[in-house]
């Protein structure tokens, strides 16, 4: 079973447990699909000048839902 995964760590899973694990699908499998608001797949992008202070004040958004499609996909391993 060498190669079998590739290990992609996340400290923040392991705020919850440190035994449990999820594996996923490989890139191309249906796992998840992402859909966006009236097509739109770019982020938008508001700046606001300062007045009071010398800067910039920059709001990111995107507008997307998830849901899953195939269950077989992901899974959560606890021990």
Same mark, same amino acid.
């Given at each position: 079973m060498k190669d079998f995964a590739? $290990?992609?760590a996340e400290p &923040? !899973?392991?705020d919850n447990s440190q035994t449990t694990f999820y !594996? +996923?699908?490989s890139k191309g499998?249906?796992?998840i699909e992402v859909a966006? !608001?009236?097509g739109v797949d770019t982020p938008y992008i508001d700046q606001m000048e300062g007045f009071s $202070?010398?800067?910039v004040t920059t709001k990111v958004r995107i507008d997307a839902g998830v +849901?899953?499609?195939?269950? &077989?996909g992901l899974v959560k391993c606890t021990a």
């Open positions: 590739t $290990v992609i &923040r !899973l392991d !594996l +996923a699908a499998s249906d796992t966006y !608001l009236n $202070v010398d800067g +849901a899953p499609v195939d269950h &077989r």
